[in-house]
């Protein structure tokens, strides 16, 4: 057993770090984000030139086959990235476009549909939400028929993360009773923008059209999906662990601050103990993230991971906000946006309930 | 000892509820049927209604407009508000300055402004917090200096909610500067029209602007609206966390979120293709929420029916805002769990989530402040170690 960075990992984790704090430091989110103080929404919630510049040092290639410009690195390296990026809340959609679709397409065989992809020219999203499904990606309504020579597609898919900007989506649909997965561009999909709860942006997505043979990914796509869903879930562990100990040393650091009753109030042993909760936390986080890096076709430990970050993450973030008082509570302060993000991502590829009743599915049945 | 309700008061729940459906303006009506959010100059719309049937002030005694209700009358008008979903008063007229005034005001300051926060027709704010002084209140710095017959206020007061709309606002000032904290503070109402101040609202978390920095500068205050006796200011400041503990229990709002929960429930299905409100295990969720929530509504009805109308509890209440700030939250939790992917939608046009989902996001990062304002839950635990079980 081997937990330690190599010096390839350790560099890339420096210059991402190097890079979030020069190139996108929280108010750069602050600022473009979907509601809040001053904010009109009407940008897109992130910059096309900051995502090439990923594009330009490797990071949306790292797990890409080499075929396609990518580097065919280890998903592990990005989850490194993301657990950066997350630090900084950095909007760009790595994981819409890069986790969720293009690693599916390419898995897929799909490569046509990755031109630009991996130079962050071209944006992908995912489409398999759908209302009636929850978090069972065989639970569809949607369906697709053979019509000619290809196929009609119908379906209604919602919180497409990023889908107000893909140019194209990976949608599920059911074909012949199984999941299947097409490519569809977004002039062939009527997308309906909307916000999200941590000031990004989503859309509601439905298609009702004639698809050409060869936009059909897999005829049976119903483990690529899974795959797909696990990978976003063990990312977004990473990215929820860059936002824990973020919002950890803000807390940390304003305890050492203000004071009240003429001291400090970090000297209250109450909330000494607190603050060590949120620690042991975010370190159990840790633990548990590499879990799921170090072993994601497993999928008992990515649940494991999962579960500590809506159990974990929940108590980080809200007794960060809890122990800066009213401040806290206010859209100017920083830590509100980090608290946002957690229940985004508490909410995607399965919540804590989906994932407790898969640890148990794996150990009792 | 009884807790079932009589032929009469049936029949007065009977009738607070035919009132309710004929008395609520239809545009409130449709709002309460999905929890919307009413904003303030809506809530003092239906203050309105309720004043004009007298019965907007369960709580107040007869003699300054209270429908002399008994306490099983009391808390079936509140119940049935609560279930109807109608607008939340805004408590700071209502519960802080009223019962405040007719506990240490003259005559002439009951007279002149218990009628009016009755009648609705002034709005109140509470200016207590500073930048410096939250939960060490008694450091407070607002200066009130005597000048003739004025006091002249200068500072400021901090996360002053819904100050923008409000024509008064009572305040926590030091009157003596040399005195020890709490000696030197007096309590004063001031009218927010007054020359130099001024309101600037703050956006929360929860996507409404609900509360504001309240600046002061050189404010001249008449020297008639200093409440309670110079320097005595914390006694009324202590009366009245008292009163607003006992608010915080909240109730209502989490009886209200309750029912939403388990609406959530029933139209939302889950992995096994049935509703949520069938699964064992959202079930066991939801219910433990309701034992929560039915323990807390005891607690409440022992407090209340255990404090003289008018008057604080004592520090007991803090139980009370303990565990209705958590229980509260925890409704909102399991609201937004419920939701899956729809929790994911915030201040989204019409019909992108049910329009009974719409505002459980904003609301379950606005009550994350429950646990915060009217003394933080952390200080609650402290009144209760020291207070109650004799420990420091
Ligand atoms: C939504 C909202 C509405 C409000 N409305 C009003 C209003 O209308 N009028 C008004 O006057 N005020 C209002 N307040 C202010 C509120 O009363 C204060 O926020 C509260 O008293 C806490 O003060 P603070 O924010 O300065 O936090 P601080 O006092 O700085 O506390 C920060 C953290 O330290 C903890 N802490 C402080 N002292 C101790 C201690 N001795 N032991 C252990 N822990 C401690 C606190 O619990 C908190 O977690 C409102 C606040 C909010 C959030």
Redo the contacts between chains.
């Keep these: 057993m081997n937990f330690e960075l190599d010096d390839d990992q350790r560099m890339l984790v420096d210059s991402v770090q190097t890079f979030v704090r020069k190139e996108s430091p929280v108010s750069r989110f602050r600022a473009l984000r ?4 001053g904010v009109t929404g009407e940008g897109d919630g992130f910059s096309r030139d900051l995502y090439r510049k990923m594009g330009e040092l490797g990071w949306l290639g790292l797990p890409l086959p080499e075929s396609v410009g990518g580097l065919g690195g280890s998903f592990v390296d990005l989850m490194l990235v993301l657990e950066q990026l997350g630090t900084t809340l950095v909007p760009e959609p790595i994981l819409s476009s890069i986790v969720l679709s293009a690693m599916t397409v390419a898995e897929c065989g799909g490569e046509r549909f990755l031109d630009g992809v991996a130079t962050g020219d071209r944006l992908l999203g995912l489409a398999y ?1 759908e ?6 990606l065989s ?1 569809l309504e949607a369906t697709a028929e053979k019509s000619g020579a290809g196929y009609r597609l119908r379906a209604n898919k ?2 497409v993360l990023d889908g107000h900007v893909a140019d194209a989506f990976v949608v599920s649909a059911k074909l012949d009773g199984k999941v299947a997965l097409f490519v569809v561009e977004a002039k062939d999909a009527k997308v ?1 923008r ?6 990004r942006f ?1 859309a ?1 997505v439905s298609f009702d059209v004639e698809l050409a043979a060869d936009r059909l990914l897999a005829a049976d796509g119903l483990a690529a999906l899974s795959r797909a869903v696990e990978r976003g879930a063990a990312a977004v562990c990473a990215e929820g662990l860059g936002v824990m100990q973020t919002v950890l040393s803000m807390t940390r650091d304003y305890l050492s601050q203000r ?4 001291v400090k ?1 970090g000297s ?1 042993q ?2 000494q103990h607190r603050c060590v909760d949120m620690f042991v936390e975010t370190e159990l986080a840790r633990s548990t993230t590499l879990l799921a890096a170090l072993a994601l076709d497993d999928p008992k430990a990515v649940s494991v991971a999962k579960v500590q970050l809506a159990a974990g993450g929940r108590l980080v973030v ?1 007794q960060a ?2 122990l800066h ?2 401040i ?5 302060a920083d830590v ?1 946006l980090y ?2 993000r957690m ?2 991502i508490q ?2 590829f399965g ?4 994932h ?2 898969r640890v148990a599915r794996l150990g009792l049945d | 000892m009884d807790l079932s309700f009589s032929p009469e008061e049936r029949a007065f729940r009977e009738e607070v509820r035919a009132w309710i459906k004929t008395a609520m303006p239809p545009h409130l009506a449709a709002k309460a049927a999905v929890d919307g959010h009413f904003e303030m100059p809506e809530v003092m719309e239906w203050h309105k209604v309720l004043a004009q049937k007298g019965w907007v002030a369960p709580h107040w005694p007869v003699e300054w407009g209270g429908p002399g209700l008994d306490v099983a009358r009391r808390f079936i008008l509140t119940e049935e508000l609560e279930l109807a979903g109608a607008p939340q008063l805004s408590p700071f007229g209502l519960t802080m300055a009223g019962p405040l005034l007719m506990q240490f005001g003259n005559e002439a300051q009951k007279q002149r402004y218990l009628p009016k926060i009755l009648s609705g027709e002034e709005v109140w704010c509470q200016g207590y917090s500073e930048p410096n002084a939250g939960s060490d209140l008694a450091s407070l710095r607002l200066a009130a200096r005597a000048d003739g017959d004025f006091f002249v206020l200068d500072g400021q007061k901090t996360w002053t909610t819904y100050a923008q709309y409000a024509g008064w606002i009572f305040v926590l000032a030091r009157t003596d500067p040399a005195a020890k904290k709490q000696s030197g503070i007096s309590f004063f109402v001031v009218d927010m029209t007054s020359p130099g101040i001024r309101v600037r609202p703050t956006l929360t978390i929860g996507g409404t602007h609900a509360f504001c920095d309240t600046f002061f500068e050189n404010v001249r205050v008449p020297k008639e609206n200093l409440v309670g006796p110079l320097n005595g200011g914390w006694t009324l400041a202590k009366a009245l966390l008292g009163h607003e503990r006992t608010l915080v229990a909240a109730v209502g709002h989490s009886t209200r979120t309750l029912l939403r929960c388990k609406r959530i429930a029933r139209e939302t299905i889950g992995d096994d293709g049935r509703p949520l409100s069938q699964d064992p295990v959202w079930r066991a969720k939801i219910a433990r929420m309701e034992c929560r929530l039915e323990a807390l509504r005891m607690q409440n009805y022992r407090a209340i029916a255990g404090a003289k109308q008018g008057h604080a509890p004592g520090p007991e209440s803090s139980i009370l805002k303990l565990r209705g700030s958590e229980v509260l939250q925890g409704m909102f939790e399991l609201a937004l769990d419920l939701m899956g992917h729809d929790g994911l939608s915030w201040m989204n046009e019409p019909g992108v989530v049910p329009a009974h989902e719409d505002w459980v996001a904003p609301t379950y990062d606005y009550v994350r402040a429950a646990t915060i304002y009217a003394g933080s839950n952390e200080i609650q635990k402290n009144i209760i170690a020291k207070l109650i079980l004799g420990l420091s």
């Excluded at chain 1, 004071?259 to 003429?262: N, T």
């Design positions: 979907s509601s809040g103080e939400a209302q009636n499904g929850r978090y069972d639970r919602r919180f309906q909307l916000k999200t709860h941590d000031g989503a509601h004071e009240q009753f003429g109030i209250f109450a909330l809200q906000v809890q008082g009213g806290g509570i206010t859209d100017e509100g608290f946002k229940h985004v909410a995607l919540d804590e309930d989906f407790l009743a």
